[in-house]
């Protein structure tokens, strides 16, 4: 593996904090971090203790220019950098190749994981989907992905964006019925975090046993009676109710469990 020799950092949000931290562990040479706000670039940089540029003044030279920017804000920060003949590679699950136009060389480095803030992340861990326009691309971000992680995916854009989409559904959806279910029982009084040490189980019994044979609860039995008492305490969150009734009758079906031919249970 031979990773690309110098590398430039654009943006300064959470991703451009992971990765920056994850280029610097794996060996690469960090040219510097630049972005639009002084204040946001001088805090990332003093992290990454590399040198801070402002977006519009003269960039350092790089062979690869990662773009770690809000997905709308891919398209009008490339186009404001000159030319270059580095590999220029954006961070997102959803944008084309076609958004870093007008470089040559154009690729994407994409992180399958929530980044928030905190401790950098252990990138050896976090899958990467790659992709690329060119050979050179190909290979820049191929050496640049393998040297990171240990899971490196190449996915063409139709086929990035169905994994992002399932990343949606697998982690989000959950995640805000988990908000919705604790402020359930914060109107009762009762404190939220009860349902926590089984939510970090579940993600632990999943790594290990896969999602089939981890879920339990009363629509996998086909415990059609406790499913109506649950519908029956959810009358006040009608939205709640609905979306509890919709996903336990696809449960139902996927088990082979009666569920009286009613999409909602
Ligand atoms: N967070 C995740 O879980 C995650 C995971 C994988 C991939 N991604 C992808 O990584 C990329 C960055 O996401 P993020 O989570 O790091 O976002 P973020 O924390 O919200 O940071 C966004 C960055 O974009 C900059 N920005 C926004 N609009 C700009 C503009 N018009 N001109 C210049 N800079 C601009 C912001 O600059 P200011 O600081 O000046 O506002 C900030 O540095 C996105 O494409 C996202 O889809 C995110």
């Known amino acids: 593996m031979a990773m690309p020799a110098k590398a430039l950092l654009v943006g300064t949000g959470r991703v451009a904090f992971h990765l920056g931290h994850g280029l610097k562990r794996a060996g690469l040479e960090l040219v510097g971090v630049a972005g639009r706000s002084g204040t946001h670039v001088r805090s990332l940089a003093e992290t990454l203790l590399v040198p801070g540029f402002i977006l519009g003044e003269p960039l ?11 997905d709308d804000a891919i398209a009008p920060v490339v186009k ?85 989409a399932a990343a949606a559904i697998s982690l989000n959806l959950p995640t805000f019925l988990l908000q919705r279910a604790q402020a359930l029982l914060q109107r009762e009084g009762i404190d939220p975090s009860v349902l926590t040490p089984s939510f970090v189980a579940m993600g632990q ?49 996927a088990y082979d469990h009666p569920d009286h031919g009613n999409t909602d249970v």
């Open 205 to 253: 019994k999943i790594a290990t046993v896969g999602a089939a044979a981890a879920l339990t609860g009363p629509a996998r039995r086909g415990d059609l009676g406790t499913i109506h008492l649950h519908l029956a305490r959810l009358a006040d969150d009608p939205e709640l109710r609905a979306a509890y009734a919709r996903l336990s009758s696809m449960i139902l079906r």
């Open 60 to 70: 350092p030279p790089a062979d690869l220019m990662l773009i770690a920017v809000s």
């Open 80 to 164: 404001e950098i000159p030319i270059t003949t580095a590999v220029v590679v954006h961070t997102s699950g959803v944008g084309d190749l076609d958004r870093l136009q007008p470089h040559p060389d154009r690729a994407v480095l994409w992180p399958v994981i929530s980044m928030g803030p905190g401790a950098p992340l252990d990138l050896r861990a976090v899958p990467l989907v790659i992709d690329a326009n060119t050979e050179r691309a190909r290979k820049a971000v191929k050496d640049l992905a393998d040297g990171l992680s240990d899971q490196v995916l190449a996915l063409d854009h139709h086929r990035r964006e169905l994994v992002h």
